[in-house]
Each structure stands twice: as structure tokens, then as C-alpha cells.
């Protein structure tokens, strides 16, 4: 089985919290010497299910939406994303430069090629910009890619 990850980044303490338990949820039902999680590891649920992935067993594979990805993301996320990044048995590439919003998702896009289901830290509101989670989502089901939502009851971003 090859999961993938999108989600809303910047959540709260508490909200990161119940959704770590969602997503060790998830993977619990998988057997962890069959699955691969592919993930852009970005801060927030891209590396928490990353983490826990590899916490089990499993296997990670990397999508780097663009080759200056890194330093758009936050410096105190750098030692995890370098850790997660060496951890990866496969790494995918889009050929991008710049981490714009198309870059980012063109790496969704390679992310949802690369995968049997999709797992979406999504409140089910629209993206706050091109390649956002809604896109990402929209663009599995577009796909055929069935897609979980996992998302707290009431909890807001």
C-alpha cells in the first residue's frame, strides 16, 4: 500500500496533537512491512506522518516540489526535513527551481501519481491558494485516488 499526505500547515498545539492520533490512526490499519508513505515533508502533517511511518517500519519516499524548497520552509524545521529527506529510499523531483505555489503543486501532482490512497488534514474549505489542500484533494478524486479526510471534530485553523 502507498499512502500519501497533504494538510494544512500551522496548526495550533492542540490541533497538531489530535491530529497525530488521526494519523497513527490511519497507518495503524496498514501493515507496516507493505507500506510506503510518499510525502513532501513539509512542516506540520507531510513530516508527522512521515515520522510515524518510519516510527512503524514503513518505508518513505520524498517529493521535492522545487530545488529551492528547503528555504521556503521554516528554518526550525530544516534538521527534520533533512533527517526525513535522508531517510527516504526514493526521492522524486519535479524539475522546478523556485517553491511557488506551481511548483508546489506539481510536487502534489507527482505525490497523487505515486500513491493508492490519499490522507488529507483538511478542514473542507477552500485553499488559500493555488495548490493548497483542497487542490490537492480535488485533483486525487479528478484521479480516482480515494481520499481520507482526516480533520478534528471542531477544531478550526
Not at 531517510?87 to 501532482?109: K, L, N
Amino acid at each position: 500500500m502507498r499512502i500519501g499526505i497533504t494538510g494544512h500547515r500551522g496548526l495550533t498545539t492542540e490541533v497538531e496533537g489530535q491530529v497525530r492520533q488521526l494519523l497513527k490512526d490511519a497507518l495503524a490499519r496498514e501493515n507496516p512491512n507493505e507500506l510506503t508513505v510518499v510525502s513532501c515533508i513539509a512542516d506540520g502533517p507531510d513530516a508527522w506522518l512521515a515520522e510515524i511511518a518510519l516510527e512503524r517500519g514503513a518505508q518513505l519516499e520524498a517529493v521535492i516540489p522545487a530545488d529551492q524548497y528547503r528555504d521556503g520552509l521554516p528554518q526550525w524545521h530544516h534538521a527534520t526535513y533533512d533527517r526525513l529527506l535522508e531517510s527516504a529510499i526514493a526521492v522524486h523531483r519535479t524539475g522546478h527551481v523556485e517553491s511557488d505555489e506551481a511548483a508546489h503543486m506539481v510536487g502534489s501532482e507527482v505525490l497523487v501519481q505515486q500513491i493508492d490512497k490519499l490522507l488529507a488534514v483538511w478542514d473542507g474549505l477552500p485553499a488559500r491558494g493555488y495548490g493548497g489542500t483542497a487542490d490537492v484533494v480535488a485533483y486525487a478524486q479528478d484521479r480516482g485516488v480515494p481520499v481520507e479526510v482526516l480533520w478534528p471534530q471542531g477544531a478550526h485553523r
